[in-house]
């Protein structure tokens, strides 16, 4: 055992992996479901449950066990702490304002984009999106702006351990078309999703850089899908999107 295993605590890494094992998709889990998702024997991820539930973490109804609001806590505090959700939070509010629709920016999680800032103007996904928030990176326009500005070794990887699979009829889920769509990304400066996340939903996002050029976070502008082809959509948001992005490249770091 090297110094630095000597220093991990075995049991806290746990039962991360077991808070970690609930998501906006499986909500519920059973003690035997927990253990299969979070790769832990079912005694360990009863012993870690049980201490959530005690802690206030979790609630416990005799089969399923479900996280409470609670558990923000251990993600609230280093959103808080995070200077990019202070720094395009105002912007945000502004393009919005400016045109109507709900603007969002995320990071990349491995295999998810993270919320880290939001500005409503109406509820277009049957969720409700806040700050903390995920989704899978390979069907999101966010995620796919994101992945992008990784090397195509890397890019495919997080591709493959998503695993990725329809959640509409539309979602692309093949590494190889996912691949292309990202080079076409990377050539556009920007993605569009029509209805692969959730039907009746697009989003357009353009990557966030600092003043090194260097991709820090996405922003996107979330619609309702209706008659206006994807070319008006662009022709309509992508000024105002690149015209954010320019300014946040001034003072991010």
């Known amino acids: 055992m090297t110094a630095r295993e000597r220093d991990i605590m075995g049991g806290l890494a746990k039962g991360l992996r077991v808070i970690e094992a609930f998501s906006a998709e499986q909500p519920r889990l059973s003690i035997a479901e927990a253990a ?20 206030g973490y979790a609630a416990y109804d005799g089969k399923f066990f479900t996280l409470t609001p609670r558990v923000l806590r251990l993600g609230t505090g280093c959103l808080a702490a995070m200077p990019l959700p202070r720094i395009v939070q105002p912007v945000l509010d502004l393009l919005s304002q400016e045109i109507g629709e709900s603007t969002s920016v995320s990071i990349l999680d491995e295999t998810e984009i993270v919320y880290v800032a939001r500005s409503a103007q109406r509820r277009v996904m049957s969720i409700a999106l806040m700050p903390g928030s995920r989704l899978p990176a ?8 994101l992945l992008a500005a990784l090397g195509e070794t890397e890019a495919r990887a997080l591709l493959v351990r998503a695993h990725p699979i329809a959640r509409t009829g539309r979602t ?3 590494i190889d078309r996912l691949m292309d ?3 076409e990304t990377r050539a556009d400066g920007h993605a ?26 996405a922003l996107n502008v979330g619609l309702s899908a209706g008659t206006e082809s994807i070319d008006d959509i662009k022709a309509r948001y992508l000024p105002a999107l690149n015209r954010v992005q320019a300014e946040l490249a001034r003072v991010l770091a």
């Open 138 to 145: 390979y069907c999101t326009s966010m995620g796919r702006v």
């Open 172 to 174: 692309v889920t093949d």
């Open 36 to 55: 299969k998702i979070a790769e832990l024997d079912r005694a360990t991820t009863r012993r870690c449950l049980l201490t959530l539930a005690e802690m």
């Open 192 to 217: 569009v999703i029509d209805q692969e996340v959730e039907i009746g939903l697009r989003s357009i996002a353009v990557p966030l850089r600092n003043m090194r050029g260097q991709t820090v976070a």
């Open 181 to 183: 769509i990202l080079q």
